[in-house]
């Protein structure tokens, strides 16, 4: 499985943009959630759920 | 009961994003290497928190975007929450907001077409209106974009003592159902006209700068008479 550097930066920049808005939900902040965290949160899951299928496959589990 | 969900939705929150912050840093420590470790780590800190927090900011845009507070944040709403929080004011919206007729989330109450579509649409539009202004595509004082729906009011007048008793609702009852007539045609504007949201024109200001000093009293009774005797007869 390669580096998951990627993932990180996306998700950490997500989670911070969500509890940015929960607390200021202004409405550039919730611009920002909705259209900026959401595509990154996406992002970085489908990209981290086909490194693990990619894996398993690797490993003939798949 | 609003400021209770609103705090646990912020204690919820600062809880899942500093565990997720502490999983994140501990798969950052170990320097791009995945091993089994990492492996465990990753799934939580991903995949289940992230949805988690998704899902728990999403509930924090459902919640307050019902909110006046949250209409009056834009610049361009603000003549319509001032008048309607001011209490010289005429407009059904001032009249149902003094009155209590809507306790609480008035904008919605009334803007929301009922329905689960009703609800979507709402939604769908309400990131419309967030693009608009947020780029600065937007020119005021804005218009209304479709047709207000009379089910919005009937959903609370229909069938009440003092809806049945006017006669005149009577043989509308067929022209209210297909919105062939407006309610407001005889009930008065349900916010400031355009020309008093243009800027520049006199009351404008006032209408910017909040209820208390809101000295204009819109929808008066001269005007609204003006104003039913200016519709077409049919």
């Known amino acids: 499985m390669r580096s998951l550097k990627t993932e990180l930066i996306f998700i950490l920049l997500g989670v911070l943009i969500s509890i940015v808005y929960i607390f200021y939900p202004t409405p550039f902040m919730m611009?920002?959630?909705?259209f900026v965290a959401h595509p990154l949160f996406?992002?970085?899951?489908?990209?981290?759920?086909?490194?693990?299928?990619k894996d398993l496959k690797d490993k003939e589990v798949l | 009961m609003f400021t209770e969900t609103v705090q646990l939705v912020q204690v919820l929150g600062v809880v899942l994003v500093v565990a997720d912050l502490i999983l994140l840093l501990a798969i950052a420590l170990k320097g791009g290497k995945v091993n089994t470790?990492?492996?465990?780590?990753?799934?939580?800190?991903?995949?289940v928190l992230p949805i988690l927090i998704a899902f728990l900011g999403n509930y924090h845009v459902f919640e307050t975007s019902k909110k006046v507070k949250a209409c009056?944040?834009?610049?361009?709403?603000?003549p319509?929450?001032?008048?309607?929080?001011?209490?010289?004011?005429?407009?059904?919206?001032?009249?149902?907001?003094?009155?209590?007729?809507?306790p609480k989330d008035q904008c919605y109450g009334?803007?929301?077409?009922?329905?689960?579509?009703?609800?979507l649409k709402a939604k769908l539009d309400g990131y419309r209106h967030l693009m608009r202004y947020i780029t600065r595509t937007y020119v005021e004082?804005?218009?209304?974009?479709?047709?207000?729906?009379?089910?919005?009011?009937?959903?609370?007048?229909?069938?009440?003592?003092?809806f049945e008793s006017v006669e005149m609702h009577r043989p509308l009852s067929s022209q209210f159902a297909d919105n062939s007539i407006s309610c407001m045609n005889c009930h008065g504007r349900a916010h400031p006209s355009r020309q008093f949201r243009t800027p520049g024109h006199p009351h404008y200001k006032d209408l910017m700068s909040g209820p208390a000093s809101s000295q204009h009293s819109e929808g008066n009774t001269e005007e609204l008479k003006k104003f039913v005797e200016s519709l077409p007869n049919n």
């Open chain 2, 110 to 119: 009334c803007h929301k077409d009922y329905g689960l579509n009703g609800t």
């Open chain 2, 80 to 102: 319509f929450a001032n008048d309607m929080l001011n209490d010289t004011s005429t407009t059904l919206a001032a009249r149902h907001y003094q009155h209590n007729w809507i």
């Open chain 1, 42 to 53: 996406i992002f970085a899951m489908i990209s981290f759920l086909l490194e693990v299928k």
């Open chain 2, 72 to 78: 009056m944040q834009c610049h361009v709403m603000k």
């Open chain 2, 141 to 162: 004082p804005i218009q209304y974009r479709g047709e207000f729906q009379n089910a919005n009011c009937l959903s609370c007048h229909q069938q009440t003592k003092a």
């Open chain 1, 31 to 34: 611009t920002l959630f909705v």
């Open chain 2, 37 to 47: 470790v990492v492996k465990r780590l990753a799934f939580p800190a991903l995949i």
